[in-house]
T-cell receptor, first 114, second 118 residues
């Protein structure tokens, strides 16, 4: 059972435009959400996170939105740049059994066209 | 501050062999988690260690095991390798702040070990 889903395996966007990556989750106990970017042959790099007590968090060109009622989060990249081309993973975390548990989505490959 | 390091970066083994991968977390981080990444499957959680104790385990067979040392460095071992074990194995460390939510909950990943089983 996939608790964190990224339904779009790939996305292409023109340079300078907005990229919107989506993520849905099913577990209402998740209270912390993260986005990672991954280039080939490298480990995922942390981008931005959001706590469940917030609905928006911004860091430069990156903004994460959380809609708890819909169990949906999204990552907006504005403006998109060719260097943003990578695979993006969303992750959700909950406190359970004395530790934090992290569940990752399957990733969305973003291609920013110059 | 140095990031998470993993050794070796690349490994080729044959079926039936065993392999040990190593991970050194960010200095001060006490939680180390291991993930397996295969195409189309995202990151599958293997296990998490904190203060030398395994506190969380994913749905992998017993051939996959790990341990953590007193300096927080961690190793994972895969015995009796199968072709399907070919993957990128990622290690992540976190500060694991136990009060509130925030920076301490963020996992930072190493570059991974690419394991190929022939």
């Amino acid at each position: 059972d996939q608790q964190v889903k990224q339904n779009s395996p790939s996305l292409s966007v023109q340079e300078g435009r907005i990229s919107i990556l989506n993520c849905d989750y099913t577990n209402s106990m998740f209270d912390y959400f993260l986005w990672y970017k991954k280039y080939p042959a490298e480990g995922p790099t942390f981008l931005i996170s959001i706590s469940s007590i917030k609905d928006k968090n911004e860091d430069g060109r990156f903004t994460v939105f959380l809609n708890k009622s819909a169990k949906h989060l999204s990552l907006h990249i504005v403006p998109s740049q060719p260097g943003d081309s990578a695979v993006y993973f969303c992750a959700a975390s909950e406190w359970a059994s004395g530790t934090y548990k992290y569940i990752f989505g399957t990733g969305t490959r973003l291609k920013v066209l110059a | 501050k140095a990031g998470v390091t993993q050794t070796p970066r690349y490994l080729i083994k044959t079926r039936g062999q065993q392999v040990t991968l190593s991970c050194s977390p960010i200095s001060g981080h006490r939680s180390v988690s291991w993930y397996q990444q295969t195409p189309g499957q995202g990151l599958q959680f293997l296990f998490e260690y904190f203060s030398e104790t395994q506190r969380n385990k994913g749905n992998f067979p017993g051939r996959f095991s790990g341990r953590q040392f007193s300096n927080s460095r961690s190793e994972m071992n895969v015995s009796t390798l199968e072709l399907g074990d070919s993957a990128l194995y990622l290690c992540a460390s976190s500060l694991l702040a136990l009060s509130g939510r925030g920076v301490g909950d963020t996992q930072y990943f190493g570059p991974g070990t690419r394991l190929t089983v022939l």
